[in-house]
Nanobody, 124 residues
Framework: QVQLVESGGGLVQAGGSLRLSCAASGRTFSNFAMGWFRQAPGKERDFVAR????????YYAGSVKGRFIISRDNAKNTVYLQMNSLKPEDTAVYYC?????????????????WGQGTQVTVSS
């Protein structure tokens, strides 16, 4: 089992920045590719970004590319999502995801482990 705990969400004005963190425990962190998804009210949970087990490979949804940066620190068992130039449409609950397959971190049905989510609200 892997336990994932997100933090760093909150309320921010449009154009501002937030950094989300996801702390993992339970199994060897470096064995897992990591990612972020988000879910707005009344909508499905959508892919945001992913990072490979040792960090050289990343991939972003088109809606956040160039504004968000995913990174990881395997020594701290933590993955981060730096969110810049935030827009009201970025408002959602953000979920951390872990999977042994890097390519599977795109399809929400394939995710091995989820965090409980952290709310991000961007005001206009």
């Amino acid at each position: 089992q892997v336990q994932l705990v997100e933090s760093g969400g909150g309320l921010v004005q449009a154009g501002g920045s937030l950094r989300l963190s996801c702390a993992a425990s339970g199994r060897t962190f470096s064995n897992f590719a990591m990612g972020w998804f988000r879910q707005a009210p009344g909508k499905e949970r959508d892919f945001v970004a992913r990072i490979s087990q040792n960090g050289p490979a990343t991939y972003y949804a088109g809606s956040v590319k160039g504004r968000f940066i995913i990174s990881r620190d395997n020594a701290k068992n933590t993955v981060y999502l730096q969110m810049n130039s935030l827009k009201p449409e970025d408002t959602a609950v953000y979920y951390c995801a872990a999977d042994t397959s890097y390519s599977d971190i795109y399809y929400r049905e394939s995710i091995d482990y989820w965090g409980q989510g952290t709310q991000v609200t961007v005001s206009s």
